[in-house]
């Protein structure tokens, strides 16, 4: 029966709170607290008096528990791809390395910074050209971080003021450009100056960021004259198509007007060439004929005259001859007379010979006129030179 069980009236001085035929109730926490007091102190008045050594490894305990506590606390790992920003009481202290590390917990923080990964920002909006027109542009910059520490220190907000920092940049550039020039063929022009802007912006300003790539992605007027503007795109287009064509006509010219200035300009070499040689021949027979112009001067003057007719006349078919004092002129169509002899010439058959030449009387080319003959006008061969 158990020791407070109805009935047990031996057993009620084994009331453990002593109630002592009090009325049941719920026990007192104070008085059960200053009886476990007594016990463990082992004194009077709940004051510890021989449990000093349990005291001191009860503290002991805790401060180990907690410390352990402490220094599992303090370890932690760096990604590969990430740096960690170490701030000891709010402060700067260092930059660690991938890998695991430690930290006293309370006293250093870790800010873990990615400096691998490729991030992404677009940029947009409706800009103002330099000749005063409206053009929507869009854009995708990429970057990465390459000083974690001046990433998260040196501006307030790194990725918004990236953002400020390109769109500054690109209406800056835009506004400096025109609107053919941002649509057709300056858009590499733009997209260079603009990551030049926006390269000068961060450098200025420490952000620790690095640009990888800057996008053009499109640039348009706005709906209202997007018709009129894929018209002039297209005549452009056009134009550059007929410029393309007339390069290749251009190519495939160029080498056979090449050749035929090759042609002419050996052709011209040739004709200096001969007139050369011949004005030389020429020198060469005058300073033969000049020995024996010294020796008989009327006699050579003549010869020249003879073989200088003898040229004239053969290259021409009509001659006209003056009549001296008679005031008539002399008319020999050689052409029609040499013609007439042709036709009345007899055919010479096959089997006839040839009548043999007569030798020459003799050795020189011309056989000079009797000036004492009464056949022959010495004016008639006068040069009109004395």
Known sequence: MAWNEPGNGGNKDRDPWGQKGKEQGPPDLDEIFKKLTSKFGGGKGGKFTGGANF??????????????????????????????????????????????????????????????????????????????NVVDVKMDIQYRVINPREYLFNVTNPDDSLHQAIDSALRFVIGHTTMDDVI??????????????????????????????????????????????????????????????AEAYARSIEPTARGRVKRIEQEAQAYQQQIVLKAQGEVARFNSLLPQYQLAPEVTRQRLYLE???????????????????????????????????????????????????????????????????????????????
């Open 55 to 132: 005291n001191k490894v009860g503290v002991s305990l805790v401060l180990g528990v907690l410390a352990v506590i402490w220094v599992v606390s303090g370890f932690y790992t760096i990604k590969e791809a990430e740096r960690g920003v170490v701030l000891r009481f709010g402060q700067y202290s260092q930059t660690v390395a991938p890998g695991l590390s430690w930290l006293p917990t309370f006293v250093d923080r870790v800010i873990s910074v990615d400096v691998r990964s490729i991030r992404s920002m677009p940029a947009s909006g409706s800009m103002l050209t330099k000749d005063e």
């Open 184 to 245: 057709t063929t300056g858009r590499e022009v733009v997209r260079q100056n603009t990551r030049d802007n926006i390269e000068s912006i961060i450098n200025e300003y420490h952000m620790g960021i690095e640009l990888v790539d800057v996008n053009f992605l499109s640039a348009r007027p706005p709906e209202a004259v997007k018709d009129a503007f894929d018209d002039a795109i297209a005549a452009q287009e056009d134009e550059q198509r007929y410029i393309r064509e």
């Open 308 to 386: 200088t007719m003898e040229t004239v006349y053969s290259n021409t078919t009509k001659i006209v001859v003056d009549t001296k004092g008679t005031g008539n002129m002399l008319y020999l169509p050689l052409d029609k007379i040499m013609s007439a002899n042709v036709e009345s010439k007899p055919t010479r058959s096959a089997n006839t010979v040839p009548a043999p030449q007569q030798p020459a009387q003799s050795n020189n080319r011309y056989q000079y006129p009797d000036t004492n003959s009464s056949n022959v006008r010495p004016d008639r061969f006068n040069t009109g030179r004395n």
